[in-house]
């Protein structure tokens, strides 16, 4: 954030693309595989005249979905996306160059399904758990077995977005350094459908919340060397974003026994049949910065970096929803158990923010090939805004004080040794640990009056742990790589959290400090190597070489508030290559991913509904196919 003057939590991911050349070049690549894969990506640039040059590329990918669904005999979570970007580089001399890029991608998924994982035991009563609702409506999924990646899901999938934008960017050296303006328009539209019930059953029929995002931001800074000593990156960053939502949920046949007591669900049949809830969101949110970072080489070995950043952040929120639909009764007692499923709400809220963080880097050259240093920085997430309903007080009233959400304060410690201790090897080790206070969650809080489940502030939580990589060339024919981490994540303070899983029909904030964040595995690591021999082809002079890699995490919480039920199992999965390349010329290859076809869950997690019943997202299957490459 000191560098770019971007509001990040852990730091910035900084893609650099090829720029036009004006030495012609053209690369392309097909690769065929199965599940019907097919993908072609190529790109091609050159001169267009002395001072001008252009670069086209894109990229094709389709590919079959892993899930089957029986209800439409078709398949789902498949891959259909179509991308462009061109740019266009004008340089005049050493001075100056102005480089206009714009870019789109088409995606049109049917996903992104999940399938029935099991049942866990809740606090309700027999009549509310899965096993009773579903005899009572005489259902049986196809599969209990997630691995068999089948479905019955009866309201249609789809993940379709378009994405795209243009930028313009200018470089100008001057003096010392050189002066940067980076100006970007990007849009985002998200037009997705969901079976929030996972099930063959008329429960939730539709559910969609299709959004338009669009934003702008404009980059100026200056980068070069005060003196011999002393070199400093100074600029301004701004950034507006709007985002327009129009969402959609809609009860069927199924869901009064889903979702209401059983006496409630057979004495009042149509309850919620056709009941549902549209709702209008727009947001704005703008932020500026003014950012700097120096870097002074105090003796040829020392150096240290310190930084600042002062930010201001604006959000605005007006959310409106509408019920329709269902039984029409006048009954209040009917209307309060329609009400309990989804409520009519309108708010609107704006809230403003200025914070200032920064960082102090201190590296030390201790020979030439050990380097070690020491960072501490401080950083935050802004400001929030509940996008999606409030909690309500007893008249049922929006809590108009939920609307807002304190920004997270990052505090962040870390040390580390880079090493190339013999040519060709490379290794590093770092140790950090990063404390978050007003962690951004979900929560429940009964001072708010109704409970309900919003997006507020954790205590704090803290992430520690120890980082090693390696690199190594043996010989002209052995190359290997491999990383290792141990990690440890916890909620230090958070005392009103949701319910786990198995606490559903119990309390329903629970107090969870001391236990395991989700998402994070204390153990992860990677090893990988490739052997190549020089070797001719085709008549043509190049290498023979096979690879693999291996990839490996241990078991970790896919819930918010930690699950017995909630857990996925350590795996590790196999990739490999095997093929010939005439060294950039061309190159063709098989190659297999998830070679042991290890069945293991990206995540699991509780359906709508409270029913315990469980779902989750099994990760890709064993794929295989070949890739072809060549330049010209």
Not at 139 to 150: G, I, K
Not at 214 to 234: C, D, H
């Amino acid at each position: 954030g000191t560098l770019y003057g971007k509001n990040t939590t852990a730091g910035a991911i900084n893609i650099v693309t090829r720029r036009p050349s004006f030495t012609p070049d053209a690369i392309v690549e097909a690769s065929f595989g199965d599940f019907g894969y097919t993908q072609a990506r190529g790109s091609i640039t050159g001169p267009i005249s002395e001072t001008l040059a252009g670069r086209l590329s894109f990229s094709a990918t389709h590919r079959g979905g892993f899930l089957y669904n029986t209800a439409t005999q078709d398949d789902l979570n498949d891959l259909d996306n179509l991308g462009f970007r061109g740019q266009l580089l004008w340089t005049r001399a050493e001075a100056l160059d102005v480089l206009l890029a714009a870019d789109y991608t088409r995606q049109r998924p049917e996903g992104y399904a999940q399938v029935v994982a099991g049942v866990a035991p809740t606090l309700r009563a027999a009549s509310r758990q899965y096993a009773a609702i579903a005899a009572d409506l005489g259902y049986t999924p196809p599969s209990w077995n997630a691995f068999d990646r089948v479905t019955d899901a009866d309201t249609p999938h789809r993940s379709y977005q378009d994405v795209g934008g243009v930028s313009l960017t200018v470089d100008w050296r001057a003096g010392p350094g050189a002066l940067t303006s980076i100006t970007a328009w990007r849009f985002w539209d998200w037009n997705p459908s969901n079976d929030r019930d996972f099930l063959g059953l008329p429960v939730t029929t539709i559910s969609a919340n299709p959004s338009e995002q669009r934003q702008w931001s404009q980059e100026l800074r200056y980068a070069g060397g005060i003196t011999k000593n002393i070199g400093l990156v100074v600029g301004l960053y701004a950034f507006h974003q709007t985002i327009d939502s129009t969402g959609l949920q809609e009860q069927g046949a199924a869901a009064a026994r889903f979702l209401l007591a059983p006496s409630a669900a057979a004495s009042t049949p149509g309850l919620l049949d056709g009941y549902g809830q549209t709702s209008q969101i727009a947001s704005e949110h703008t932020s500026a910065a003014l950012f700097s970072q120096l870097e002074w080489s105090i003796t040829d070995r020392l150096r240290v970096l310190p930084g600042l950043r002062f930010n201001f952040d604006r959000k605005e929120v007006d959310y409106q929803s509408q019920i329709y639909g269902g039984l029409a009764t006048s009954d209040p007692a009917l209307i309060a158990l329609q009400r309990s499923i989804l409520a009519p709400q309108a708010y609107a809220a704006e809230v403003d923010d200025t914070n200032l963080s920064g960082q102090l880097t201190i590296a030390y050259d201790v020979t030439e090939r050990v380097n070690a240093y020491a960072t501490y920085a401080t950083s935050f997430k802004s400001v929030g805004l509940n996008l999606g309903g409030l909690p309500t007080d007893s008249s049922g009233a929006p809590v108009l004080s939920a609307a807002t959400v304190r920004p997270e304060e990052v505090s962040h410690i870390e040390i580390g040794v880079k090493t190339t201790p013999f040519p060709g090897v490379r290794f590093n080790i770092t140790a950090f640990e990063t404390t978050i206070e007003d962690y951004q969650a979900q929560v429940v809080n009964a001072s708010v009056g109704v409970l309900r489940g919003y997006l507020a502030n954790a205590e704090e939580v803290r992430v520690r742990g120890v980082e090693l990589d390696f690199s190594a060339r043996i010989g002209d024919a052995l190359s290997l790589h491999g990383a290792a981490a141990y990690t440890d994540g916890d909620y230090v303070s958070f005392p009103d959290a949701p319910a786990p899983l198995e606490g559903t029909g119990g309390p329903q904030a629970v107090n969870i400090s001391g236990q395991r964040l989700p998402g994070i595995s204390e153990w992860a690591g990677s090893l990988g190597g490739e052997y190549a021999i020089p070797s001719q082809f085709l008549a043509r002079e190049g290498e023979f070489f096979v690879a693999l890699d291996a990839s490996y995490r241990s078991e970790f919480s896919s819930s918010a508030t930690p699950s017995a039920y909630l857990n996925i199992d350590a795996y590790t999965l196999f990739n490999g290559r095997i093929g010939f390349r005439a060294g950039d010329d061309w190159a063709v290859f098989l190659w297999g991913r998830n070679l042991g076809d290890e069945g293991y869950f990206e995540f699991l997690s509780a359906a709508p509904g409270g029913s315990g019943l469980i779902v989750g997202y099994p990760g890709d299957p064993r794929t295989w196919g070949v890739t072809l490459r060549g330049r010209f």
